[in-house]
């Protein structure tokens, strides 16, 4: 078993009753979930998946959010196989990019259905978490080596493409976590707050710390999310004194002048990753909560989570803009590579490469993907980020990225995924898209299209384009806006010019 099972197994046998996971609907509706609740779910599950299943191959487990989500994912492991979250929002094409790519013997509706035959229902689901056979081996459950889970991110392609995270990568990940800050579970029974759905990995980082710490994790679901009257209220129940998201979603919450001491009490730490901190959001927060602990954590999903950190104090604040990113994590190392892969100095600027225990083994099937950003050097796993920064006072300074990748509200997007899958669309003959920005920050897409013949009304024609998108993209990226083109300005090595798309959009 690896070290944190163990630990959850300790903590659901110390304390059966407490809660471990807790949704808040709002209007007075909730779920919990108890660590006996938990445990005893979680080993039925794998009872049941040892007795029914004949290969190893990881399980997805599609829902969003509902406690059985959880139950799940630890059965699995229990069971020794991996797990792959694909939150209800994934749009059907990608789910099935994901089941052919993936090929799994078994889709968990872990409170959603979602059909196939090879799916196990909800409704069956929870008969076996609530009432079958406890008979598990502890031997079986995964090893270090084996894989823990499987995170689909954007790929350049069109189709996503499953980092696969080892158990011995994820121990080394919570090992590490446990310590930002002043060190998680210190004081008093850590409470976290989840915002980011189970695909994503920043959840990585709720679930897993406040698993380990024998906490309890309070859940913000979509609809919670998207309200923010119901969002504080959830909040100003939540008890919760660590939050985890990204630093878009703060600035959601700093909009909403409730937000702050009053209605977070205990509210002791803010961990963040996965885009920018800006210092104003730092700054704000020490005012409203004043005494707390901010985060600024960072690393692709491909290193499990996060690698850097830096605790972000007022002298943190007033000696740096844009702030670092930290100090990478111990145990691992950060190169600085120049274009012909030559190790740069501290100050100068080139691509962040990654070295060490959490870095990922690679892309599921895709060995061609996986060669291009890992390697092995001395033993050691490594992976090229295609992000761009430098080194200085031991810390790396974050400059934006080297290919089309972006942040848009904290979601990881290629713009070349969103272009592949427009061009899946009735009518279109080629499609780029660009971000738009601004005040620095990218707020939007607008995607250029060529048609297949002009349409009468671009306006109509574009309500046309996004409704049909929805069966190939998340919502998160869809384009906001549509221009329709007789041709797109080229560069002089036959790609789309972005630099002269985003200037027409200012004439
Ligand atoms: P994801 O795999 O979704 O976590 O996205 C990883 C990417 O997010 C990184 O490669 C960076 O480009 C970006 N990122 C992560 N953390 C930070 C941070 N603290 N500051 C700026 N960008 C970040």
Not at 230 to 255: H, Y
Not at 403 to 430: A, F, P, S, T
Not at 478 to 492: A, G, R, S
Request: glycine share 10%; net charge negative; proline share 5%.
């Amino acid at each position: 078993m690896t070290d944190f099972l163990e630990k959850i197994k300790q903590h659901a046998t110390m304390q059966p009753d407490a809660v471990f996971y807790e949704v808040f609907y709002g209007e007075g509706e909730s779920v919990s979930l108890t660590w006996g609740e938990l445990w005893r779910g979680a080993v039925r599950l794998a009872s049941w998946m040892d007795e029914n299943l004949k290969t190893k191959t990881p399980v997805v487990i599609y829902g969003h959010k509902d406690p059985i989500m959880i139950v799940s994912f630890i059965g699995s492991l229990l069971s020794g196989r991996g797990y792959c979250p694909v939150d209800i929002s994934v749009p059907d094409d990608r789910v099935k990019g994901i089941i052919a790519n993936l090929s799994p013997e078994l889709i968990v509706c872990a409170g959603e259905e979602y059909e196939s035959e090879k799916s196990l229902s909800y409704k069956k689901l929870i008969e076996i978490t609530a009432g079958g056979k406890e008979n598990i081996s502890e031997d079986k459950s995964i090893s270090g080596n084996d894989v823990c889970y499987i995170i689909y991110t954007s790929g350049s392609t069109g189709t996503p493409k499953g980092v696969q995270i080892t158990g011995d990568c994820l121990d080394n990940f919570i090992h590490w976590g446990m310590t930002l800050g002043s060190g998680i579970g210190e004081e008093e029974r850590p409470v976290f707050l989840n915002q980011a759905p189970f695909s994503f990995d920043l959840s990585v980082m709720d679930l897993y710390l406040s698993l380990y710490s024998g906490g309890k994790l309070h859940v913000l679901p979509k609809k919670v999310q998207g309200d923010m009257k119901n969002l504080m209220e959830s909040l100003k129940v939540s008890g919760a004194n660590i939050w985890v998201s990204t630093p878009s979603f703060a600035e959601v919450c700093l909009s909403d002048e409730s937000f702050g001491r009053s209605l977070l009490p205990e509210m002791k730490r803010f961990l963040f990753c996965g885009e920018t901190l800006p210092v104003s959001v730092v700054r704000k927060l020490h005012e409203r909560f004043p005494g707390s602990e901010v985060v600024n954590t960072y690393g692709p999903t491909e290193s499990t989570v996060a690698v850097t950190d830096i605790l972000c104090t007022p002298e943190v604040c007033d000696t740096y803009d844009p702030l670092p990113v930290g100090s990478i994590k111990p145990g691992s190392r950060l190169l600085i590579r120049g274009e012909q892969g030559q190790s740069l100095p501290e100050g100068e600027s080139g691509e962040i490469v990654i070295l060490g225990d959490s870095v990922s083994i690679g892309y599921r099937n895709l060995p061609e993907q996986t060669a291009k950003a890992f390697f092995e050097e001395d033993g050691i796993r490594g992976y090229r980020t295609g992000d761009k920064g430098y080194l200085k006072d031991g810390q790396l300074f974050y400059q934006g990225r080297i290919d089309l990748q972006i942040k848009l509200h904290g979601y990881r997007i290629e713009l070349e995924d969103v272009e592949n899958n427009l061009m899946k669309l009735n009518g279109v003959e080629r499609a780029a898209v660009i971000p738009i920005e601004k005040e620095g920050k990218i707020v939007s897409l607008t995607a250029f299209i060529i048609p297949e013949e002009m349409p009468e009304s671009s306006f109509k024609a574009g309500q046309a384009l996004r409704a049909e998108a929805r069966s190939f993209l998340p919502e998160y990226m869809i384009p906001k806006k549509f221009v329709f083109l007789e041709e797109l300005p080229m560069t002089n090595n036959g790609k789309a010019d972005r630099r002269a798309l985003l200037a027409s959009l200012k004439k």
